[in-house]
């Protein structure tokens, strides 16, 4: 048996987070230069220096996680919007109704 998206959602199988970007070169080519600066960086840190970069790193990664999710949001009402205009405003779609 097919599943259908909402089944895949339902079951967890659908990570919308983990599957943007993977083929976007440029931005694998700047998570590699961040992480290389970083490790850079955090070698030149005492220990009290370097916890405090961690915290900041999770910091940041929370706030992205966070920002990452009301883009999704925002582009999924954005979409259902637009869905729900184009069904409803058929009647735009006759040739008399064009101006």
Same mark, same amino acid.
């Given at each position: 048996m097919n599943k259908n998206i909402l089944q895949h959602l339902f $079951?967890?199988?659908?990570q919308p987070l983990e599957n943007i970007g993977v083929d976007?070169?440029?931005?694998?080519?700047?998570? $590699?230069m961040l992480a290389?600066?970083?490790?850079?960086?955090?070698k030149t840190l005492n220990d009290d220096s370097r916890?405090?970069?961690?915290?900041?790193n999770e910091l940041h990664r929370?706030?992205?996680s966070v920002h990452?999710?009301?883009?999704f949001v925002h582009g999924f009402k954005l979409g259902?919007?637009?869905?729900?205009e184009a069904l409803h405003n058929t009647d735009m779609l006759t040739r008399n109704s064009v101006s």
């Open positions: $079951d967890g199988e659908i976007n070169e440029k931005l694998k080519s700047i998570r $590699d290389e600066e970083k490790e850079i960086l955090s916890n405090n970069f961690s915290n900041i929370e706030v992205i990452g999710y009301e883009c259902v919007m637009l869905l729900h």
